[in-house]
């Protein structure tokens, strides 16, 4: 069973680049999250969605948007990136938040 | 004040101690808890999962809430080096987003 897939593992960004993380669960789960992870910080939630068709806003949303493209993926976009944004971003889904492998961003 | 507090550690201990993780949390509508382990540059694992006050046991780990005093724990017996990680505390459930503590860092020593 895969679970959550993220792609890419890594990247590598110049400050003003845009760029799409991609997730996708094989779960069936309706709600599925992005958060972002920081030395000292924790898990910090960018955004949401309860189910196809809805999104929100969660602690941290500013410089970042998503679309629920379907029940299975969710997708985190960066419009144009900024070195603050460099972090690990996972992906969840589901209630109990299964997570995916997290993509390792730094933005120079 | 953050939803979840948790004591981010380190946490060393000798292999085949028994460990005890804890966390508060301040929102009493919260439904489920649950544990998380995480090695370092991985994804959260979840460990264990309820949703109701009293234990849950799972091979050598035990969780236990108390929905009274807003308390959890994960008891960790017989520890192994294979479980030096970071653990996560999370609750949630409902219309409520799983919101995680800050995690402990745990070093099991040979």
């Known amino acids: 069973n895969a679970g959550v897939t993220q792609t890419p593992k890594f990247q590598v960004l110049k400050t003003g680049q845009s760029m799409t993380l991609q997730c996708a669960q094989d779960?069936?789960?309706?709600?599925m999250y992005w958060y972002r992870q920081d030395p000292g910080m924790g898990l910090r939630l960018i955004y949401y969605s309860a189910s196809e068709g809805t999104t929100d806003k969660g602690e941290v949303p500013n410089g970042y948007n998503v679309s629920r493209l379907n029940k299975r993926e969710f997708s985190l976009r960066l419009e144009s990136a900024a070195p603050s944004q460099t972090s690990v971003y996972f992906c969840?889904?589901?209630?109990?938040?299964?997570f995916g492998q997290g993509t390792r961003l730094t933005v120079v | 004040q953050k939803e979840v507090e948790q004591d981010p550690g380190p946490l060393s201990v000798p292999e085949g101690a028994i460990v005890s993780l804890n966390c508060t949390y301040s929102n009493s509508a919260f439904q489920y808890f649950m544990w998380y382990r995480q090695y370092s540059r991985k994804g959260p694992e979840l460990l264990m999962y309820?949703?109701?006050?009293g234990n849950k046991e799972d091979g050598r780990f035990t969780a236990q809430v108390d929905k009274s005093s807003k308390y959890i724990s994960l008891f960790i017996r017989d520890s192994q080096p294979s479980d030096s990680a970071t653990y996560l505390c999370?609750?949630?459930?409902?219309?409520?987003?799983?919101?995680f503590g800050r995690g402990t860092s745990l070093i099991v020593h040979p």
């Open positions: 969840a889904s589901g209630e109990e938040a299964f």
């Open positions: 309820t949703y109701s006050s």
């Open positions: 999370a609750e949630g459930g409902g219309s409520y987003i799983p919101t």
């Open positions: 779960m069936n789960h309706n709600s």
